[in-house]
């Protein structure tokens, strides 16, 4: 056989072999490239701050983050429903909330709730996200839930001020419109006590309208000096402790 056509029919032999090798590199590289990127990606999902639970297409619990697992102390195992009957005794709004959400799976949702964990109450907003495939069909579920203590306490607060500031005004009200008339009836007591002077039984009247006097004067000054909101009750309403609020 000639020389050259020998190479050239080596090199025909040589070339299937080698862009089969050449394939699989690159079939390895693109593996390994998805795995870093998968890698990456968990470790982002594992430090997140808000506890992340991911269910899958058959509402199986697929994967929940650190912070889930710090908050529910691995109440949810990975493989278990979400109606099973241990996960409706430990997180029951957990299966309200994936009923709620089977109807609506290609729909993001967001409410706040309160729930119990192992470490006591706590009020959280949860969002529901689906997960949609390179299909753009609906393959899963992500529920996050966000601590949301510190946001009631500040709007409590603004609340409260905002109560405490109807309050002052009222009382600023009140404490204006009955000094004048309470110190025309202290006037006109000690008057009637000059003029009548030896009169016993009326003597008397007129001492009880001055310690009424001074009662309210007493009632007025607390009004005054009120600084916070506080309430009691009184038969079937809550009224404004004005001893507790003057303190």
Same mark, same amino acid.
């Given at each position: 056989? $000639?020389?050259?056509?020998?190479?050239?029919?080596?090199?025909?032999?040589?070339?299937?072999?080698?862009?089969?090798?050449?394939?699989?590199?690159?079939?390895?590289?693109?593996?390994?490239?998805?795995?870093?990127?998968?890698?990456?990606?968990?470790?982002?999902?594992? $430090?997140?701050?808000?506890?992340?639970?991911?269910?899958?297409?058959?509402?199986?619990?697929?994967?929940?983050?650190?912070?889930?697992?710090?908050?529910?102390?691995?109440?949810?195992?990975?493989?278990?429903?979400?109606?099973?009957?241990?996960?409706?005794?430990?997180?029951?709004?957990?299966?309200?909330?994936?009923?709620?959400?089977?109807?609506?799976?290609?729909?993001?949702?967001?409410?706040?709730?309160?729930?119990?964990?192992?470490?006591?109450?706590?009020?959280?907003?949860?969002?529901?996200?689906?997960?949609?495939?390179?299909?753009?069909?609906?393959?899963?579920?992500?529920?996050?839930?966000?601590?949301?203590?510190?946001?009631?306490?500040?709007?409590?607060?603004?609340?409260?001020?905002?109560?405490?500031?109807?309050?002052?005004?009222?009382?600023?009200?009140?404490?204006?419109?009955?000094?004048?008339?309470?110190?025309?009836?202290?006037?006109?007591?000690?008057?009637?006590?000059?003029?009548?002077?030896?009169?016993?039984?009326? $003597?008397?009247?007129?001492?009880?309208?001055?310690?009424?006097?001074?009662?309210?004067?007493?009632?007025?000054?607390?009004?005054?000096?009120?600084?916070?909101?506080?309430?009691? $009750?009184?038969?079937?309403?809550?009224?404004?402790?004005?001893?507790?609020?003057?303190?």
């Amino acid at each position: 056989m $000639d020389p050259i056509v020998a190479v050239e029919k080596s090199r025909s032999d040589c070339q299937f072999p080698l862009e089969v090798g050449g394939d699989v590199q690159k079939m390895q590289s693109s593996a390994n490239s998805i795995s870093d990127e998968r890698n990456k990606y968990y470790s982002i999902f594992q $430090d997140m701050r808000d506890p992340v639970l991911l269910l899958d297409c058959s509402g199986n619990i697929d994967h929940y983050n650190r912070a889930w697992k710090d908050v529910f102390e691995n109440t949810a195992t990975p493989g278990t429903r979400y109606d099973d009957e241990d996960l409706k005794q430990t997180l029951p709004w957990l299966g309200k909330t994936m009923l709620a959400n089977q109807e609506n799976q290609d729909h993001e949702r967001s409410f706040e709730t309160w729930i119990e964990t192992p470490q006591g109450g706590l009020p959280v907003q949860v969002n529901i996200k689906p997960i949609y495939n390179t299909k753009n069909r609906v393959s899963g579920t992500v529920i996050t839930l966000k601590n949301i203590s510190e946001r009631k306490q500040e709007e409590m607060a603004v609340c409260q001020r905002e109560k405490l500031q109807g309050v002052l005004e009222m009382a600023g009200a009140v404490c204006h419109e009955m000094n004048q008339p309470l110190m025309a009836i202290s006037g006109y007591s000690e008057l009637l006590s000059m003029n009548h002077s030896g009169n016993q039984a009326l $003597d008397e009247l007129i001492e009880k309208i001055k310690t009424q006097v001074c009662r309210l004067g007493e009632i007025t000054h607390k009004l005054m000096g009120i600084t916070k909101y506080e309430t009691k $009750d009184i038969l079937e309403s809550r009224i404004i402790d004005i001893d507790r609020a003057a303190e």
